[in-house]
């Protein structure tokens, strides 16, 4: 982190990240130093799955695009990271779009909310009409 020296507990939980997953992100650099207690449990927690489990790096990575580009998410940096990771575990760009595209029909709840409203609120104002 440029600016501060970090503490050796800092320094060694810095050095574990970054050999389990690759270097942080800036912000998770600055949680580090302001909360290193919540730093370190929160990456026990995300890092978990790269420290156990059947699914192959790549599958892995594909999910998280999953996740960041979610309209529930939208996390921009995040899908950008986890394509770059996942390419470099072997994924085709035809791989990652087909992720997207099965993520785009989260936004299909709008329609599916949207509409049966829709139709409800009309018979409602027709027969209100009438």
Partial sequence: MPGKKLSRRQAELLR?????????????????EWDTDFF???MNFSGH???????PPKVKELIYIAV?????HLYEPG???????????????E???????????LGIHSCTIGV????????????EKK
């Fill in 79 to 93: 899908v950008k990271l986890h394509m770059r990771k996942a390419l470099e575990q072997g994924a085709t760009p």
């Fill in 68 to 72: 960041d580009a979610s309209v529930t």
């Fill in 95 to 105: 791989e990652i779009l087909e992720v997207l595209e099965l993520v785009s029909v």
């Fill in 16 to 32: 574990r990240v970054t050999q389990e997953r690759g270097a942080p992100s800036p912000r998770m650099q600055q949680l580090l």
């Fill in 49 to 55: 799955p790269w420290r156990k489990g059947v699914l």
């Fill in 40 to 42: 370190e449990a929160y």
């Fill in 116 to 127: 049966p409203a829709l139709a409800e609120v009309c018979d409602a104002w027709q027969a």
